[in-house]
């Protein structure tokens, strides 16, 4: 894992830390962009960390590129450890899959998918090597994510599953991008699951909903008053699976402002992590259902 | 004392400088495409030069003013009429209560910024008044604006005196063929040495999908790529890449068919490999391109890069000297 630096024209340096995803090159990405927001560099304006690399805009009228790419090329020599533990936060997100929404747009675009005689989530499940459904909701849905990047569109998080990587799910984007996905659609493409925060055009397969807002520019919603993301990179993600009863009445609390997602304060040791992955997932999952 | 809108044009939109430091969230900088422009219509006004104005894309709209107001109309050669009657485009006006503001057919470049004295006071969301419609940030609630509308109009007294007029040698606008100077960089090595010297002999044309998120070219060779196993998590295509910030004037090829140079409202990050970026100091210039304009893309180093924006920053001095 050496990181690869690159101009992105003469305001943008991109920082490739890994081609492949990781969780070891996603915390390089977040501690090397907590340094870089720490030295508070002046002509810096765009701060984004994401999957496995990070991208920094600046004014070139007020720092050289030349002297920007210096200076993190030497944060980065002394970050040489990177940082393995993070402080952060666990939230459930209720998904109710296999619902009708999604469904309807499942099927108005099977001329774009590669397996137009199945649905998008019986095509997961069948290429992951899952009898059934239900035993591939249990493993989309038993085991945290890690948020590894927000963007796309406003507020989208791209999430990574925590297990080893043989264990991961991994799906085909569309064959050809649709025009239309619901809001809050629950998708999947490549290595990584995704909540679209927005109604819009989208290549991944769909494999449900929450009724969660997760972006809301008017700041309505009760727990988006202090700003509209919900997400930031570092959150770690539990599905829970919920049926249509349980999703109208959250709807409901959502749309009256009364619903409060179930967050808890953790902190991500990502060596015992590697060490353990069982265990350190269960005990991330216990903190989140201690009452 | 607002501005009526009486008829929206096309996809006509409030934006100012745009929304900088939200972008490591998805949200993107928005603002002008042609920040030039702009800049300098509301110099003929006597506003602020980051102030909110709006950008008329290949039509303009129809504009009823309740109050006496200096505007000036910059960018594309799109014609303005008070009242029936044609004025000049880079050029201070007086418009006076009851006229009506509407334009006559786009003689060439894409848009048109339109400023009034004062500014148009929408409020702000995160800092700016720039229409992001797929977020639903700024402009009018969220959206682009529409029949019926009443644009809040800031109070100023300007000194601006009509006929003010930006020489023509400082009006810029692309060239033909319109020459897009490019710093190759970002994941350049994924294409071969042939498909990248190809990319920028040859000459390409703006494709219909063009529009504030990016422009799309067609007409040249699709591009081969340098043979790999793709990464884990990077998808199967080699045009794929794991997911990744996009910077702003960047070009991705999905599939290696045709270069999509990302603008003011792309999406902020994904899974498509990029070749390199715009300069910024051309970025405006891709505001002004019609579909089917023909378009060279000009290699050139980062010297030339900061050396062409500091000629940027030179002529919008030249133009405030010229019009105070």
């Known amino acids: 894992m050496t990181s690869r630096y690159t101009f992105g024209g003469d305001e943008h340096i991109l920082v490739e830390i890994d081609e492949e995803m990781s969780l070891e090159a996603f915390f390089k990405s977040l501690s090397m962009t907590n340094a870089v927001r720490d030295a508070a560099i002046k002509g810096v304006t765009e701060i984004c960390p994401a999957n496995a690399s990070y991208q920094i805009k600046f004014d070139p009228d007020i720092i050289h590129p030349d002297d920007l790419m210096s200076e993190l090329k030497s944060m980065d020599k002394s970050d040489s450890q990177g940082e393995s533990k993070l402080n952060t936060r666990i939230i459930e997100v209720p998904v109710y899959y296999q619902d009708p929404w999604t469904h309807e747009t499942v099927m108005r675009f099977r001329e774009r998918h590669q397996d137009p005689d199945s649905t998008d989530i019986e095509y997961a499940a069948k290429i992951n090597g899952y009898e059934s459904v239900d035993d591939f909701i249990k493993a989309h849905s038993g085991s945290p994510w890690f948020v590894g990047m927000v963007g796309f569109v406003a507020g989208l998080p791209f999430l990574y599953q925590m297990v080893d990587r043989d264990r991961q799910i991994q799906v ?35 494999f449900g909903i929450t009724p969660m807002t997760i972006y809301d520019s008017s700041q309505q919603t009760s727990y988006l008053k202090d700003f ?37 304060e953790v902190t991500f040791d990502l060596e015992a992590f590697n060490q353990d992955i069982d265990a350190t997932n269960a005990k991330l999952l216990e903190t989140l259902n201690a009452s | 004392m607002p501005v009526k809108v009486k008829n929206k044009g096309l996809a006509t939109s409030i934006q100012d400088m745009g929304r900088p430091g939200y972008f490591h969230l998805g949200i993107p900088i928005s603002g002008a495409m042609d920040r030039f422009s702009l800049r300098v219509a509301n110099m003929l006004v006597g506003n602020d030069e980051s102030a909110a104005g709006l950008e008329a894309v290949f039509m303009g709209p129809e504009l009823e003013f309740t109050e006496d107001a200096i505007i000036a109309v910059t960018g594309g050669e799109l014609p303005p009429k008070i009242d029936g009657e044609v004025k000049e485009t880079w050029t201070t006006m007086r418009i006076k209560a009851g006229q009506t503001l509407s334009f006559d057919y786009i003689r060439h470049g894409a848009r048109a910024y339109i400023a009034i004295a004062g500014g148009i006071d929408t409020p702000q969301s995160l800092g ?137 409202d792309a999406v902020s990050g994904g899974g498509f490999f990029t070749l390199g970026t715009v300069i910024s100091a051309d970025m ?41």
């Open chain 1, 172 to 206: 085909p984007k569309y064959l050809t991008p649709r025009t239309d996905t619901p809001k809050q659609t629950i998708g999947f493409g490549g290595s990584f699951s995704s909540i679209y925060s927005v109604r819009g055009a989208g290549g991944y397969q769909m």
């Open chain 2, 128 to 264: 700016s008044r720039s229409t992001y419609a797929i977020g639903a940030l700024g402009g009018i609630d969220g959206r682009v604006i529409e029949n019926g509308d009443e644009l809040p109009i800031g109070s100023i007294s300007t000194n601006m005196s009509e006929g003010t007029s930006v020489p023509k040698v400082l009006r810029r606008g692309p060239g033909s063929p319109a020459e897009l100077r490019v710093l190759p960089g970002l994941y350049w090595h994924r294409i071969t040495h042939e498909a990248g010297e190809r990319f920028f002999q040859e000459t390409w044309k703006v494709a219909s999908e063009a529009d504030r998120m990016g422009y799309r070219f067609k007409g040249g060779s699709p591009l081969e790529f340098v043979e790999r196993k793709q990464p884990f998590s990077a998808g199967s295509d080699p045009s794929n890449i794991t997911d990744a910030p996009y910077a702003y004037g960047s070009i991705q090829v999905p599939g290696g068919t045709e270069p999509i140079v990302l603008h003011r």
């Open chain 1, 228 to 264: 509209m993301v919900f997400f930031k990179p570092g959150d770690i993600v539990k599905w829970k699976p919920i049926n249509r009863e349980e999703y109208d009445q959250i709807l409901a609390k959502v749309e009256a402002g009364t619903y409060q997602p179930k967050i808890r």
């Open chain 2, 284 to 324: 405006d210039l891709i505001g002004q391109l019609q579909p089917n304009i023909e378009t060279k893309f000009v290699k050139v180093n980062m010297q030339t890069a900061l050396s062409a924006r500091k000629e940027r920053a030179v002529m919008l001095d030249s133009i405030r000297q010229a019009v105070a």
